[in-house]
T-cell receptor, first 114, second 115 residues
Framework: NAGVTQTPKFQVLKTGQSMTLQCAQDMNHNSMYWYRQDPGMGLRLIYYSASEGTTDKGEVPNGYNVSRLNKREFSLRLESAAPSQTSVYFC?????????????FGPGTRLTVL | RKEVEQDPGPFNVPEGATVAFNCTYS??????FFWYRQDCRKEPKLLMS???SGNEDGRFTAQLNRASQYISLLIRDSKLSDSATYLC????????????????FGTGTRLTIIP
């Protein structure tokens, strides 16, 4: 099992450009999440999807959109990137049967917006 | 006040020593608690859950004090491989069948084990 995979690993954008971060999991988990991690701020939840077909806002959703394409895939879109969105983005998943509903994280995408 | 507060460190500790981290949380209704480990430029990974009765996993011991709203992690006989950032994580809701959507992460405590 690959676990949680994310693409791309690194990305540099100019202000105003758009891009989509891709995430996929092969653990048959129901729930998937997008976080951003900034120095001194900890991980903050952007959006989550408790099950296929549903998405909900997290703590910092402004400037982002998400799509739960199917049970495996959950994408994050930046429509018009801003320098404040420079961050490391992590996708995670969890589901019934995982010990204590542990969240499993992907390797992250390092995004710089100039 | 932050929902989850940790001493950011860094803690620089000689190999073989015992080190302890504390974490406080503000929501008294919080239901479940975890320690995650994050290596430099890597993703977080679950280290251990924290139970009310306290729990131990090898050299690692986690304790929960609900009355004072703090969680601790004790590492005994520290190894070079323990160098990492340790994240205190709290779930304010009872774990549902669909997973824990509302985890709140502390900013982490950085630990460096010195040879």
């Amino acid at each position: 099992n690959a676990g949680v995979t994310q693409t791309p690993k690194f990305q540099v954008l100019k202000t105003g450009q758009s891009m989509t971060l891709q995430c996929a999991q092969d653990m048959n988990h129901n729930s998937m999440y997008w976080y951003r991690q900034d120095p001194g701020m900890g991980l903050r939840l952007i959006y989550y999807s408790a099950s296929e077909g549903t998405t909900d806002k997290g703590e910092v959703p402004n400037g982002y959109n998400v799509s739960r394409l199917n049970k495996r895939e959950f994408s994050l879109r930046l429509e018009s990137a801003a320098p404040s969105q420079t961050s490391v983005y992590f996708c995670a998943s969890s589901g019934p049967g995982t010990g204590d509903n542990e969240q499993f994280f992907g390797p992250g995408t390092r995004l710089t917006v100039l | 006040r932050k929902e989850v507060e940790q001493d950011p460190g860094p803690f620089n500790v000689p190999e073989g020593a015992t080190v302890a981290f504390n974490c406080t949380y503000s929501n008294s209704a919080s239901q479940s608690f975890f320690w995650y480990r994050q290596d430099c430029r890597k993703e977080p990974k679950l280290l251990m859950s924290v139970y009310s009765s306290g729990n131990e996993d090898g050299r690692f011991t986690a304790q929960l004090n609900r009355a004072s709203q703090y969680i601790s992690l004790l590492i005994r006989d520290s190894k070079l491989s323990d160098s990492a950032t340790y994240l205190c994580v709290v779930n304010p809701y009872r774990i549902s069948n669909f997973g824990n959507e509302k985890l709140t992460f502390g900013t982490g405590t950085r630990l460096t084990i010195i040879p």
